[in-house]
Each structure stands twice: as C-alpha cells, then as structure tokens.
C-alpha cells in the first residue's frame, strides 16, 4: 500500500483515475489531478508548504517533489512528465513540458509550456524557462528550438503513461 497521510491535519486529495505505486509517498498538503499516475519509490511530499499536480501529468519511479517552507509551494501543470529521479522543489511548471531523468528544477524557478529539460539538467533558482525550447547542462541553458517532433511527444507522452498505468490498476 502507497503511504499516503496527513500532516497538520491536512490530507492530500488525489483525483479520478489516478495511479499511485504501491511503495509511493504521498504526504500533507497534495492536490493531485484526474489521469495521473505516481510511480514507484516517488515521494510527493506537502509538509512544508502546497503541491499541486494538473491533470495526466506522471511523476516517474524515484522522483522527489518537495517545497519550501513558508516561502515556496510547488505547481506542476497538465501534462508534464516528471522522468525518473528527478527532484523538483517549490517552483512553477506550466503544462506540456518534460523534465529529464536525474534533472533538478530549484526554487522559484518557473518553466513555462511547451519546454523539454534534459536529463541530469540542473535549473537554478529564480531561473525563468522560455516556452519553445530545450534545456541542458550545469547549470541549464536554453540549448535549441524545440522540434515539430518533440513538440508532438510533449503532447503525446502523458497519455502513454495513462495506458503505461492501466497495467498495474486492479479492477
């Protein structure tokens, strides 16, 4: 069973159809949306401060989610792929973007739509990421145009992860 608790007397609220891994964690001040999925060893973790998670957006094996205390919330919007091991704390993540495996998006960084950051990126604080682009490197920079190509896997990803998660839903 996935730990989900309350911290402070504030339960996360997870919507429909969503997936969450048996060994996730999913604690305090959550909001979760509908068609989204948490894998497994992922740690979603309000006690500090809010998480909001849009729609079909999936938050991959190992991720950490975390915020700031009394400072900074974290939003992650609709569609975004959170990829494996990736820490992402108290920052803005609008819709359609892919965070890279291993990447680190630090506080009050803001990544506006339509934005891939590569694996093992490192986006520092107070760092704004254009919409329309890659990202890479250490520290993150705006590398190139984003392509026709992966604009289309920006909006189709989340809705394999939709089907990825219906493997493991029990009935």
């Not at 990126?121 to 520290?139: I, K, W």
């Amino acid at each position: 069973m996935p730990v989900i608790l309350p911290v402070k007397g504030v339960a996360p609220v997870i919507g429909a159809d969503v997936y969450i891994a048996e060994n996730a964690t999913i604690v305090g001040d959550v909001v979760i949306g509908n068609n989204c999925s948490i894998w497994f060893n992922a740690v979603v973790r309000g006690d500090v401060n809010y998480i909001r998670i849009g729609n079909y957006s999936n938050i991959q094996d190992g991720v950490v989610i975390h915020c700031t205390y009394e400072r900074n919330g974290t939003d992650i919007g609709n569609y975004v792929n959170v990829g494996h091991q990736a820490i992402v704390h108290g920052c803005k993540v609008h819709d359609y973007v892919l965070i890279g495996m291993g990447a680190i998006v630090m506080d009050r960084a803001l990544v506006e739509s339509n934005v891939i950051i590569a694996a093992g990126a490192v986006v520092l604080e107070d760092t704004v990421l254009e919409s329309g682009y890659l990202y890479a490197g250490v520290p993150a920079k705006k590398i190139k145009p984003l392509t026709a190509e992966q604009m289309a896997m920006l909006k189709q990803l989340p809705h394999n992860y939709v089907r990825y998660s219906s493997w493991f839903k029990t009935t």
